[in-house]
């Protein structure tokens, strides 16, 4: 974790945007400071992606998308 001070902040913001994900800075100041952190990108692989698909559309009626595709012509 890289600890930088608020007039650092203010000078170059871009140390912020430049975090890396899973990286933290603290931002020091009298009250104690600021903890800023980026989320880590989860991976996901196609068969999660299914399983979740399906999830969300468990409810919907079935459609059938060519009759909808030449209704449009």
Known sequence: MKTITSRELSRKPSVI???KPGEAV???DRKGGLM???AKRI???PRE???ELGKVTAGCPPMDT???LE???
């Open 36 to 38: 800023m952190t980026r």
């Open 49 to 51: 992606m299914m399983a």
């Open 43 to 45: 991976a996901v692989t």
């Open 66 to 68: 060519q009759a909808f």
């Open 17 to 19: 945007s430049n975090i």
């Open 71 to 73: 209704d449009g012509e």
């Open 26 to 28: 603290h931002v020091a």
